[in-house]
């Protein structure tokens, strides 16, 4: 307050004193008669008091929001050469409640004699008529004006149009109570006497717009766009295009439309400020809200000197306020820096706080100053993702990673496209976490160590494993029928192992789980002739999914009949083995793209091997490329006229017989003569319904030696005379008698049966070599693969799992990946043998797991559903995990420059337990493999530690794909693989 404010109070003597609030809560009887009070007062503007200002008192209306108010003055009143007025014996109360509030209008701010501003018309609302008494002083001034219209203008239009009607009464009564919250006005100053502890009533903004009306109020006045302070006040405070033509006016106009012209409004205030304090800044708003005042910002760790960089968190208890800050010692506003995490503080400075917004008036300033007296040096922290698919087409969505000190979240960002980069960091221990919202995902490893010390670190050993979903619609408007399967084949070179996929009971909706980021053909078929694998007939369809970096919908596609299938070649027969009244022959399908075009084919056999006669002939129905092989029985043994044999294919557009094979033979029927006898039992409890074959085969060269039991009993007794050597032992109930190894055949052979690959090795006469036939619906399992990859920049392990589901008794459609260590799940994985498939039966998926070693009985759970609609669970547990690496590979880059090399290197111990592959890659795909994709055998002995470039050390014939060249970059491996399918490789790099 001026000191001639207090000047003029101290000469009349009057106290101050609160006025009550003229809330609806506290209602006051009616008066029997109207009462006339005494009020004393003083009207200012800004330091200035204002003369001959006309004063009234009114009473608000009562017919309606911003209806005409009464005067209750009975004759006009004007403020003396000191501002002051009286209103003893002017007006009389109504005679019932009722609020008022007085008004001030025009008057001499302090300039020449005969100066009437019409301007300047103020107000101070002062609660029910009756609280008022001689003791009451009003002083009126931009601040008990602000405060008054910041309370009341959603019910007033003017000066004198102030009031409510009867359906919001209760919150007039309310809004008039918030005067004095806004302002004092006995002493015209902010905030009011009822403003409760811990609130906060814009106090600082009414005090700046206080001052930036008062050069209007002390002025002679004008209007809007005459340039004097008045006419600039009333430009900027239009509605639409009419402008105020009074403070109030322009009040009113700033509280209806607080963001209009917000920043031009705070630069009108002049030099001089009689009001304290201001806004150092323009505010965004003019809003004037009461509002609770957020509380004073929590420090984490306290102000003093420490030897190394700190790492405070900022808190507040105010839930929705937003925390600012400043490091440089200067107060912060609304427009500092908005905390969003853990502040480094790695060099002398003062911290100060506050919290503001989400409902909150600004907080006190909380303040820490550090000091830093160690080194205060800082660094980077990088890294790379990469996805354990092998198939993302090369985009990584954005990963979220933590750098954690302790228990303190340091820092926080995002990758691209798997890289990312934490900048100035102090030295001391952290902790690397990656994290993502969206897909399934797993990181390999789950979290890095970064010890800072005096370098940049950069850590490219982590891995992700991301599944999002696919869904949409397959349609279908032909006439078959059968089970329709998808698979999403990748556009990227990604080897074999299966993919995703599901399947559906004819068409309709489907939903993928589990697909890695990639870019993908979605190929689907309808399986009509109920083998579970793809064939030329089938109604088919594809469309092309791109995984990016969030679950798709309406991945929809349409099935289409085929066109004629015109069958231009016979199929190959690979080899043939007679035993006792029976036979097996081996073949190879008529393929195209992995899809076996043929429905059917028929053998036939001659003890002529021109086939001039035909000794017989058998169909088979197409069964795939999943176990390309044919029984016989029923054929009459001989020794003296051995059997030939040919093959014939038939589709729809080509009969059997337009194209045979090669004849193959001769072969004699006939139990095997030779080698030594094997004896023992199989054993089996699902009734039989079919012949038994009990065989031994060897892998490397094809031989097949094998006994036929047409009528099989559990333990079936077998005899069979085997040469030394190394076999694959497995017997096959052809339950169907159709000659395939098919659904509900009850059998232990590799590509239907429960994966039994073991390695049998035969040396002598054998007995009591006993085998149980499994008996469930299906089986599942898993390998391990261990790779050492060495380069330049030195050498990483990383690890995969392999799996195969099968049916058993029953024939799967689709199968779920729903648990097990150490990988995503679910997982919905695709049927082998589709368009495009990298797989060759059931169903085949691998996952890389990165630097993670797998554990000997960890175990995995499908969810497999079968033909009949019925479902089950089967499980796979890892049964080993190879460190057996071959070493000392040559040549590798900067060891020789040959494009012809002789490949060396050096087996593992126990050499001979194992049986290993050699292959060769660059970026543009497979160089060479041995054994090649047609070889009949898993791989070459412990005898061959060398390869001479372009020739094929097993004999089949096996070559590379084309020259090598100089300053072309190579990978080549050697993989050593157990009797169980289990596998460790090592990975060298050779530049030529």
């Keep these: 307050m001026s000191s001639l404010r207090l000047f003029v109070r101290a000469l009349l003597g009057f106290s101050v004193f609160t006025l009550f609030s003229g809330c609806a809560g506290s209602p006051v009887a009616p008066l029997v008669s109207t009462t006339s009070h005494a009020i004393q007062g003083v009207v200012h503007g800004g330091q200035q008091p204002v003369t001959g200002a006309d004063i009234q008192l009114y009473a608000v209306g009562t017919s309606g929001d911003a209806s005409a108010a009464t005067s209750l003055m009975t004759s006009s009143v004007q403020t003396d050469a000191s501002g002051n007025f ?53 002083s009126v001034d931009e601040v008990t004006t602000i405060g008054s219209v910041a309370a009341l203008y959603p019910y007033m239009t003017s000066a004198t149009n102030l009031g409510s009607g009867s359906s919001d009464s209760a919150a007039f009564g309310t809004a008039f109570g918030n005067v004095a919250e806004y302002t004092n006005t006995a002493t015209g100053t902010a905030p009011g006497t009822t403003l409760p502890v811990g609130m906060y009533a814009s106090s600082t903004e009414i005090n700046t717009l206080g001052n930036i009306v008062a050069p209007c109020i002390n002025s002679a006045g004008g209007i809007a766009g005459d340039l004097s302070a008045c006419g600039n006040l009333f430009n900027l405070t239009k509605s639409g295009s009419t402008a105020p033509t009074s403070i109030i006016g322009a009040i009113l106009n700033i509280l209806n439309n607080p963001t209009q012209n917000a920043s031009s409004l705070f630069d009108l205030g002049g030099a001089i400020t009689p009001f304290q304090p201001v806004l150092s800044s323009a505010p965004s708003t003019w809003a004037l809200p009461i509002l609770p005042i957020a509380a004073t910002p929590s420090i984490s760790i306290a102000g003093g000197a420490y030897s190394s960089a700190q790492f405070v968190t900022l808190s507040d208890t105010s839930t929705g306020a937003t925390i600012r800050y400043t490091t440089d010692g200067s107060t912060p506003t609304a427009s500092s820096i908005a905390y969003s995490g853990t502040i480094t503080v790695s060099s002398t400075e003062t911290l100060k706080a506050i919290a503001l917004g989400g409902g909150f008036a600004s907080s006190p300033v909380a303040s820490a100053s550090y000091t830093i007296t160690g080194s205060t040096q800082t660094y980077s922290v990088g890294g790379q993702f990469h996805l354990t698919t092998g198939c993302g087409g090369g985009f990584i969505p954005p990963i979220t990673v933590t750098l954690t000190h302790g228990t303190t979240v340091v820092q926080t960002t995002n990758t691209s496209n798997g890289s990312f980069t934490f900048t100035n960091v102090p030295i001391g221990n952290y902790v690397i976490t990656p994290s993502i919202t969206g897909p399934t995902a797993l990181f390999y490893p789950a979290t890095q160590i970064a010890n800072v010390t005096s370098s940049n670190l950069n850590f490219s050993g982590f891995s992700a494993a991301l599944g999002y979903t696919v869904s949409g619609t397959v349609a279908y408007g032909g006439s078959q029928t059968g089970p329709t399967y998808l698979a999403l084949n990748s556009t990227s070179n990604c080897g074999s192992g299966g993919t995703e996929g599901t399947s559906v009971s004819t068409k309709g909706a489907f939903t993928i789980h589990g697909v890695p980021p990639g870019a993908y053909t979605l190929q689907s078929f309808m399986d009509n002739i109920g083998k579970g694998v793809s064939n030329g007939s089938n109604p088919a369809g594809s469309t092309s999914v791109n995984v990016t970096s969030a679950n798709l919908t309406g991945q929809d596609l349409t099935l289409n009949d085929p066109g004629t299938v015109t069958l231009t070649t016979a199929p190959t027969i690979q080899g043939a083995a007679g035993f006792n009244n029976a036979a097996i022959i081996q073949y190879k399908p008529i393929t195209l793209s992995n899809v076996e075009q043929p429905t059917s084919y028929t053998l036939q056999w001659s003890t002529d091997p021109t086939f001039t006669s035909i000794t017989g002939s058998k169909i088979f129905q197409a069964n795939g490329t999943k176990a390309n092989a044919w029984f016989l029985n029923g054929l009459a043994n001989t020794t003296t006229l051995p059997t030939y044999f040919r093959a014939t294919a038939a589709s729809a557009g080509t009969a059997a017989g337009t194209y045979y094979s090669s004849v193959f033979g001769p072969v004699n029927i006939g139990a095997p003569t030779a080698g030594n006898t094997v004896t023992g039992a199989i054993t089996f409890s699902t009734a039989p319904t079919g012949p038994l074959y009990v065989a031994f085969v060897d892998q490397n060269s094809g031989s097949f030696y094998a006994q036929y039991i047409a009528n099989p009993v559990s ?30 055949d009850v059998q232990d052979a590799t590509e239907n049966g429960n994966g039994n690959t073991a390695t049998t090795v035969i040396s002598g006469p054998t007995s009591n070599l006993n085998l149980t036939l499994p008996s469930a619906a299906g089986s599942a399992v898993v390998t391990t693969q261990n790779y050492n990859s060495i380069s330049s920049s030195g050498t990483t392990q990383n690890y995969n799992l392999s799996f195969q589901v099968n049916g058993v008794l029953k024939l799967p459609i689709a199968a779920t990946l729903t648990s097990g260590p150490n990988l995503i799940s679910p997982v919905d994985i695709a049927v082998c043998g589709g368009s495009g498939s990298s797989c060759s039966h059931g169903f085949q998926i691998y996952f890389g797991i990165g630097a993670t070693t797998p554990v000997v009985g960890d175990s995995y759970t499908f969810n497999v559903t079968y033909s009949d609609r019925t479902s089950g669970i089967v499980t796979a547990a890892v049964n080993a995990v190879l460190t057996a690496f071959p070493t000392s590979l040559l040549p590798q880059t900067g060891t020789s420059t040959s494009l012809t090399p002789t490949f060396t290197w050096t087996d593992p111990l126990n050499a001979s337990n194992y049986t290993y592959q050699f292959y060769m890659n660059n970026s543009g795909g497979t160089v060479w493999q041995i054994p090649g994709t047609n070889s009949k055998s898993p791989g070459f002995s412990s005898a061959i530690t060398s390869i001479s470039w372009g020739t094929d050390p097993t004999g089949e014939g096996s070559t590379p794909t084309g020259n090598l060249t100089h300053g072309t970059a190579y990978n080549w491996q050697i993989t050593v693989q157990d009797s169980l399918g289990n596998s460790a490789a090592t990975q060298v790099q050779y530049q030529p």
């Design 715 to 744: 333990s079936q007794a077998y005899s069979i005379q085997v040469p030394s050597g190394s076999y694959q032992f497995f017997a096959i109930m052809d339950q169907n008698n159709n000659g395939l190894i098919d659904t509900g």
């Design 86 to 138: 009286s209103l003893n014996s002017k007006y009389n109360c109504p005679g019932s409640p009722a609020n008022v509030y007085l008004v001030s209008t025009g008057g001499n701010p302090g300039l020449s004699a005969g100066t009437n501003n019409t301007a300047i018309v103020m107000m101070a609302a002062l609660g029910l008529c009756s609280s008022l008494n001689s003791s009451t002083f009003v």
